[in-house]
């Protein structure tokens, strides 16, 4: 029978063996892909959004595409706002991967001329790594004209109100009705959200009011946007 001896030094031997092998056979390596924070976009120049309070964190960045609703009493004179009605799209993903490329910040411009099918088609393109980008919930306003964004499928709500406003960029894309993009906005917690706290309307894309409501007592305004939330 070996001695316990005999057994170490077979031992020490394959394990010097094997190491050789390991160093001369190359290793397949798996392609590292880094995921980063990615921070709030600005305008460019001029006044900007106020800053995400302390203590908080980027929750989710979404793609919403949706209308903003105008009413004009007797169907004249200059509309007023009155809501919006959004699907919010979840792009987080690709938001980390690369927030600054054009196929990230161009996404409100594109998705405004599209519908909801199309706008999922879009996305679906260029999400990262086998990613997709699902419908998370809605934005709307509530019986009591609170901006309301539900995120259902996260388990997220924020109940907000407006705390900073900034006109959107000169070179915004005008949307489909060709009236401009809506200002770039900050909203924070009204009492009554789940998880979230802000949230920013940001790379804004048509919504804009019309000039007049030319006889109509409401106008809707096809949009599209992002919304950056935070918790």
Known sequence: MPSITSLLSYAAITLLASSHLSAATPVPMCKLVVRETPALPTTGSGTQLPAVSAGLHLKFVTLGRGVQNYTCAGGSGTPTAVGAIADIFDITALAQLSPTSAAFTGLPAAAAYLTIPGVQQLLNTRMPGGNTATIIGKHFFNSAGVPTFDLSARGKKLLSKLVGKVPAPATA??????????????????????????????????????????GQAAVSVEYAAMYWFYG
């Open 173 to 214: 894309d005008v949307g489909p009705a060709g009236t401009g993009a809506v200002p770039w906005l900050k909203l924070d917690d009204a009492g009554g959200s789940a998880g979230l706290k802000e949230v920013y309307r940001v790379y804004t894309a048509g919504g804009n009011a019309p000039a007049s409501c030319s």
